[in-house]
């Protein structure tokens, strides 16, 4: 469907392009405007297309396991960094931020949405709450090191690790409770 959606567009463009170089005086409103409804429509089928793709079973199965693998990860790297941190000097925490945690949050966030779509919003929230809140510390922990704060540091990595632990038992909770992977039924709202 994205490839058609995708031709659609290239079709509306180029007849906008046509009707608007017909006649140097005067454009014919009417048939531009039929263009860019062609070209509406093909943006219309392209978002559908990525819809479907996002929400086939395959690919949300796929990202539940990168979600819980990115959490896992994210939990065993806090944890050894906070059994660390008396031993790291303070300035070098941030450093070790960039190494750990890049990747595995940007992993966990590409992949979000389809916990909602999997378990639904619900679950949604309580799982981001409680990452967010992980984020956020780690966040405070980065700047803290930046700034040499070391009682500040050492509070928020466990902080952020508290959370991060919370949110992946959440996750593992929600596969344990959940039956075979499907979506969960989306409301016709305003967010899609």
């Not at 596969?175 to 989306?186: C, F, G, I, T």
Request: charged fraction near 20%.
């Amino acid at each position: 469907m994205k490839k058609i959606g995708y031709l659609v567009i290239t079709i509306g463009f180029l007849l906008g392009s046509l009707v608007v170089v017909l006649d140097k005086e005067l454009v014919p409103w009417n048939l531009f405007i039929r263009a860019l409804v062609v070209g509406a429509l093909g943006v219309v089928l392209v978002r559908m297309g990525e819809r479907r793709q996002s929400r086939s079973a395959g690919k949300l199965s796929a990202n539940m396991q990168l979600i819980e693998s990115s959490l896992g990860s994210i939990v065993e790297n806090i944890t050894q960094l906070n059994a660390q941190k008396q031993s790291i000097n303070t300035y070098d925490v941030r450093h070790r931020i960039d190494e750990l945690f890049i990747e595995d949050l940007t992993a966990f966030v590409d992949s979000r949405q389809s916990i909602a779509q999997v378990h639904g919003i619900g679950a949604y929230a309580d799982v981001m709450s409680c990452f967010a809140a992980g984020e956020r510390y780690l966040n405070r922990v980065w700047s803290a090191s930046a700034d040499g704060y070391i009682d500040e540091v050492n509070a928020y990595i466990d902080k952020a690790r508290e959370q991060f632990a919370e949110s992946l038992e959440k996750i593992r909770q929600l596969k344990a409770d959940a039956p075979p992977l499907q979506p969960a039924p989306q409301n016709s709202g305003a967010g899609d």
